[in-house]
Structures are given as structure tokens and as C-alpha cells.
């Protein structure tokens, strides 16, 4: 008789941990609090930010991550703080870049081909110490940038967003856009300038 060939032996499966529950997730929050709103305060040195981007992050784990375990919230969070704490940093950037960059411009002494962010240079932290009056006339020009750019032709918002908001240089968004740099500098040549028009009809200037 032949040899019997051994009984497979059962596999052993790791127990899967349980998904945080609501009370869990309150909890989390109720106790991490009060110590992520003082690394943001840390971060972004303003209450009202700080608590808004704890606020944030809150809701970005409740939104992605609630169905996972407990024990891996903590890391979770703080994996999401800091990228919204990134974030703010991102936006404050763009944001004052947009008002520099079109209040910098002149009617078409340079080229389709020319990119305004070449030779742009903006000051760092240059709207950190804006008077409230200043921050008010700041948000409304921002206000009209965002709506004229939904007026754009496609190709010329996507540059510029991609140029302005990404933060892409030009050869990333000639990639992204699967086109030459050429016409990526013509586009946000283009797209700036009539941003710049726009404001300027609208007897706003910067």
C-alpha cells in the first residue's frame, strides 16, 4: 500500500480587528481635541484657522476612515491633520499669488508664449500682516478671479489651474494636459490676461 498523504491542517485566520463604533469615534475625537487644535494653533498661528482645520480633518476621518478599526484612528488623524495643515498653507500661497500675479500685469507687452509666473516673485508671507479692510478687498477680487475662471476656455482654465493652484511647473503641466510647453505658457499667458481685463472692466485695481 501506498503511503496516505497527511490531512491538511487547518488553516489558522488571523481575527479581524472590529470597526470602530460612533461612541469610539466620538471619544477619539472628545479626547484629541483640545491637543490638535493647539498643534494647528501651533501651525497656522490663528484661532479661527486652527480650529477650522481641526473641524476639517474631523470630518475627512469620518467621511474615509470611520469604518476601520479603532486602534488605527489616532494615526489616521494625524496623517490627515497634517495634510490639511498642508493644505492651508497651499491655499494662503495660491491665493495671494492670484492677486499679485494679475495686479502685476500689463497689457500684452510680452508674448502669448510668455508665462507670468517666470518672472514673478512673490514675497513670502507678503498678506500675514493684512489689515482687516485689506483682507475684505482681498476676498472680494478673489471672488471675481474664481467666477471669471469658469468663463475661460477649457484649455486656458486648466492650464492656469494646474500653473496656479497645483503649483506645477511647466513641464508637469505640459504632461498633464498632454501638450507642448509652448502652448502650456500660451494658454496661462492668455488665461491671465483676460483675468486681468475682467477686473479692470469691473474698475477694481490692485
Not at 17 to 40: G, H, M, N, V
Not at 52 to 72: G, H, N, S
Not at 123 to 131: P, Q, T, V
Request: charged residues 30%.
Amino acid at each position: 500500500m501506498g503511503q496516505q498523504p497527511a490531512p491538511d491542517r487547518p488553516r489558522i485566520q488571523k481575527k479581524a480587528e472590529p470597526l470602530a463604533t460612533i461612541q469610539e469615534i466620538s471619544k477619539f475625537f472628545a479626547d484629541t481635541e483640545r491637543r490638535a487644535y493647539k498643534q494647528a494653533l501651533f501651525a497656522v498661528r490663528n484661532e479661527d484657522v486652527a480650529l477650522d482645520v481641526v473641524q476639517d480633518a474631523m470630518l475627512k476621518l469620518t467621511e474615509k476612515y470611520a469604518a476601520r478599526p479603532a486602534p488605527e484612528l489616532p494615526l489616521l488623524f494625524q496623517r490627515i491633520l497634517q495634510n490639511t495643515i498642508r493644505d492651508h498653507f497651499r491655499r494662503q500661497k495660491v491665493r495671494s499669488l492670484w492677486t499679485t500675479l494679475v495686479s502685476a500685469l500689463t497689457p500684452s507687452h510680452e508674448g502669448d508664449d510668455h508665462d507670468p509666473l517666470e518672472t514673478l516673485e512673490v514675497k513670502a508671507g507678503s498678506n500675514a500682516r493684512e489689515e482687516p479692510a485689506d483682507q475684505a478687498e482681498r476676498a472680494q477680487v478673489l471672488a471675481i478671479i474664481e467666477e471669471a475662471l469658469k468663463k475661460l476656455p477649457a484649455r486656458q482654465r486648466q492650464a492656469f489651474l494646474l500653473r496656479y493652484w497645483e503649483d506645477m511647473d511647466v513641464a508637469e503641466t505640459a504632461a498633464a494636459m498632454g501638450c507642448s510647453e509652448g502652448s502650456v505658457k500660451t494658454h496661462c499667458s492668455r488665461a491671465v490676461h483676460a483675468l486681468a481685463e475682467l477686473l479692470r472692466a469691473k474698475g477694481v485695481t490692485l
